[in-house]
């Protein structure tokens, strides 16, 4: 029996959530969701010891109380939450953050895709390879899409 795949979205941005959340369900419906609205509410998700850890992360850079950059080094400082693959999905497309976060563990960088054909390409590939070659899916993938995507 193959386990179901677990997203995590960190955003504040609900449209961008909801649309995130319908994209990923024409993907693949049985892929658990999960949201939070900031890195500090990410966390505590994340911490809790009932909840199942996702098997990968997207995460915003701009938010209220925590920031995408703060909960980053969070994660890859915890024990229990470093392997996680994290994947910065946000709308900047900044030299600096794409540096800073890439340093601090993030595996790749994505600028909000503008339609939802996409984001539902990008989210398929990445459903369809957590868990084998993610890093090298999204290095193909960044060649072949018009989304600003650094790896």
Not at 61 to 66: D, K
Not at 75 to 95: G, R
Request: proline share 3%.
């Amino acid at each position: 029996m193959t386990k179901s795949l677990s997203f995590l979205l960190v955003d504040d941005d609900t449209d961008d959530t909801s649309l995130f959340k319908e994209v990923l369900e024409e993907v693949n419906p049985s892929i658990s969701f999960n949201w939070a609205e900031d890195g500090q509410q990410a966390l505590q998700f994340l911490k809790d010891q009932d909840s199942i850890l996702p098997d990968v992360i997207f995460l915003d850079l701009n938010m209220p109380r925590m920031g995408g950059k703060e909960c980053l080094t969070e994660i890859k400082n915890d024990e229990k939450l470093h392997k996680i693959p994290v994947i910065m999905y946000t709308t900047s497309s900044q030299s600096r953050d794409i540096e800073e976060t890439m340093q601090k563990g993030a595996i790749c960088f994505i600028t909000k895709p503008t339609n939802m054909k996409e984001l539902k390409n990008i989210l398929s590939s990445i459903a369809g390879n957590v868990h084998s070659n993610l890093e090298k899916t999204l290095r193909l993938l960044s060649n072949n899409t018009t989304t600003f995507i650094v790896c």
